[in-house]
Structures are given as structure tokens and as C-alpha cells.
């Protein structure tokens, strides 16, 4: 394939992986949490480089599209582990210890707790979260840019 079809293909990747999210909001009823929102906006700056390399013809430009999709790519690892307890989330995004607190203590935690942790897996498939899958189709789009840089046009 040539570079204008491989970009094509990465940039379309990275929007339908945004509409596949705002589908899980939207019409799912799943809210996001602050993790799944921040793998949204590499998505978004790739589809923008897509549309830039197409419009001005520059080559260079699918290796900031690969920055993005493993930028992204990495925010999915990381939520990942989030989500399965290896390592902790944002303080303002994941659930804390509750011992040695004092009642009023435990009380302003809970209030201030935020509607949708990062440590909670909503939805899995295969045994793996949104965010896993999120990570291996970034980490394919990435190739996929990678191999627009490469073509010969």
C-alpha cells in the first residue's frame, strides 16, 4: 500500500476508536473516567495529523502520527495497570486506603471520591478492559503509520 492509503487507514483507526468511546458513553451509559478521557485526545491529534499529511503531502508528518498512537498506546498500558491493581491510579481518580481515618476524614473522601474511578474495569472482553484494547489497536495503528512513512508512494 502507499503512504496516502496507510495514512488514510491509521487516521480512520484513530477516529473510529474515538467514536467507539463516545458510543460507550453516549449510547452505553458508560461515563469515563479521567484516564479514559486523557486516551482520547492523542487519538484526536492523530486524526488531525492524518488529515494535515493528506492535505500538505508531507511524509514526515506519519511519524507524529506514530507518536500519537503510541502516546495513547501508553495511556492504555497504564490504565491497565490501574485497573488490575499493579500499580496505583491518580490520586484523584482511584480509590484510597480507608484506615486510621477519622469518621468526618472518611466522610469528606467518600464526597469527594470521583463518580467513576480509574481502578474499576466497566466492561471486558475477552478478559481484557477498554483500556487494554485500547493499547493493542494503538499499538497496530502505530505500525500502520510506521508503514506510511516507509511506502514508496
Known sequence: MNCKTLTILAGLG???LILGAFGFQHIGGMAPCKLCIY????HAVAVAIAALALALGQRWLTLLGALAALGTAGV???HTGVERGWWPGP???TSGPVE???TEDLLNQIMSAPLVRCDDVPWEMLGLSMASWNAIASLF????W????????
Not at 486516551?39 to 492523542?42: A, E, L, N, V
Not at 495503528?141 to 500502520?144: C, D, I, K, Y
Not at 510506521?146 to 508512494?153: G, Q, S, T, V
Open 91 to 93: 490520586d484523584t481518580c
Open 146 to 153: 510506521i508503514a506510511a512513512y516507509r511506502a514508496r508512494d
Open 39 to 42: 486516551q482520547r485526545y492523542p
Open 100 to 102: 486510621g481515618l477519622s
Open 76 to 78: 492504555g498500558m497504564y
Open 141 to 144: 495503528l502505530a505500525a500502520v
Open 14 to 16: 484513530s477516529a473510529l
